[in-house]
């Protein structure tokens, strides 16, 4: 599957590497991707595309080896684009989970859970009832 993405603009507005590029996709393994299209490479197609000349034999070759390695590049990209959206997926379903477990441990470590019942009781009628002159059924 080939997945070809175009850019905004002329494509001789980009930044291109002048020499291989390697993206870190892991800092504790040290993993990266890399691809080797060279300044040299891309200055030549811009100069050739803007002169209006028609592509040789050799060069249409050549050309279609580069748009395959392309294509490969892209290709690889993708996957690896997708893998570091499962695994980030992933690990947020992770951090939502150990979210409300620490929201849990928090709530059972609040001060007001070391309260007695008696108490809680005693401040509930004091805040919300004694201006209601309600009747209470004792508890024991």
């Known amino acids: 599957m080939s997945f070809k993405t175009k850019p905004q603009g002329s494509i001789s507005r980009l930044h291109w590497p002048s020499g291989p590029t390697a993206t870190r996709l892991c800092l504790k393994c040290g993993d990266s991707i890399r691809f080797t299209l060279f300044l040299n490479d891309f200055q030549e197609i811009v100069q050739h595309v803007r002169s209006g000349l028609h ?16 294509q490969g590049y ?14 980030m ?30 108490i809680l009781v005693e401040i509930f009628k004091y805040v919300c009832c004694e201006d209601m002159k309600l009747v209470f059924i004792q508890y024991s």
């Open 89 to 118: 997926h992933s690990i947020e379903e992770q951090q939502k989970f150990l979210t409300a477990y620490a929201d849990g441990l928090e709530h059972l470590l609040a001060p007001i859970n070391r309260l007695s019942e008696d």
């Open 55 to 70: 592509v040789t034999s050799l060069q249409r070759c050549r050309y279609e080896d580069s748009l395959d390695d392309a």
């Open 74 to 87: 892209i290709d690889q990209y993708q996957k690896e684009i997708t893998r570091l959206r499962d695994a």
